[in-house]
């Protein structure tokens, strides 16, 4: 059982935005650790998509964006197209468990 | 381009053990700590250990769900990073992925670079 919940699925049509969101606690999120997010494409090895809460890498389209509230932490993506299918991951420490965590996993779909 | 290569995943019975190996290239390996996220058939990412940069002394980090039978390790002449498997479970049964840690502080610290996974199957 993950300490991060995240919506099973998401969908929106092409070109519209999506938000998912990370509802983790106080000895996580709300901890004041950095939250980064994670997609993968089917079939494929995980990919950096956001770091240290809001931070794209480069090659990262700006299209994705994060952020963090309490103890909660939002992926969005605007502007969606097919290739954003994917599933998207929250991740960050927890110091109750003393481990790096996972959120549940979110699948996008793209209507 | 860096590039992590695993190796070492198979079938393996239940309690048996295995030793999987992540050749790295295109970093300076010293200057990274390293990882290892497991991902069992249909589920989510889920972190099982890690190691620090060798300038930190090689500090190592496990999950509890395999603490006491898995040990991460690195060897800096050949820019490579292990995790020894033993008494296996079926609920081990993933792909493995080598990760490189990244970060400010450790409690900060994510995954940059992912190799493209091992297969681990326990039969039971």
């Known amino acids: 059982q993950s300490v991060l919940t995240q919506p099973p699925s998401v969908s929106g049509a092409p070109g519209q935005g999506v938000t998912i969101s990370c509802t983790g606690s106080?000895?996580?999120?709300?901890?004041?650790?950095?939250v980064h997010w994670y997609q993968q494409l089917p079939g494929t090895a995980p990919k950096l998509l956001i770091y240290?809460?809001?931070n794209r890498p480069s090659g990262v389209p700006d299209r994705f964006s994060g952020s963090k509230s309490g103890t909660s932490a939002s992926l969005a993506i605007t502007g969606l197209q097919a290739e954003d299918e994917a599933d998207y991951y929250c991740?960050?420490?927890?110091?109750?468990?003393?481990?790096?965590?996972f959120g549940t996993g979110t699948k996008v779909t793209v209507l | 381009e860096v590039q992590l290569l695993e190796s070492g995943g198979g079938l393996v019975p239940r309690g048996g053990s295995l030793r999987l190996s992540c050749a790295a290239s295109?970093?300076?390996?010293?200057?990274?700590?390293m990882s290892w996220v497991r991902q069992a058939p249909g589920k989510g990412l889920e972190w099982v250990s890690g190691?620090?940069?060798?300038?930190?002394?090689?500090?190592?980090y496990y999950a509890d769900s395999v603490k006491g039978r898995f040990t991460i390790s690195r060897d800096s002449s050949k820019e490579t990073v292990y995790l020894q498997m033993n008494r296996l479970r079926a609920e081990d049964t993933a792909v493995y992925y080598c990760?490189?840690?990244?970060?400010?502080?450790?409690?900060?610290?994510?995954?940059?670079?992912w190799g493209q996974g091992t297969p681990v199957t326990v039969s039971s």
């Open positions: 295109g970093l300076t390996f010293t200057s990274y700590a």
């Open positions: 991740q960050t420490y927890d110091s109750s468990l003393s481990e790096y965590v």
């Open positions: 190691i620090s940069h060798s300038n930190s002394g090689d500090t190592t």
């Open positions: 240290g809460n809001n």
């Open positions: 990760a490189t840690f990244s970060g400010s502080r450790s409690s900060d610290w994510f995954f940059d670079y």
């Open positions: 106080s000895s996580n999120i709300g901890a004041g650790y950095d």
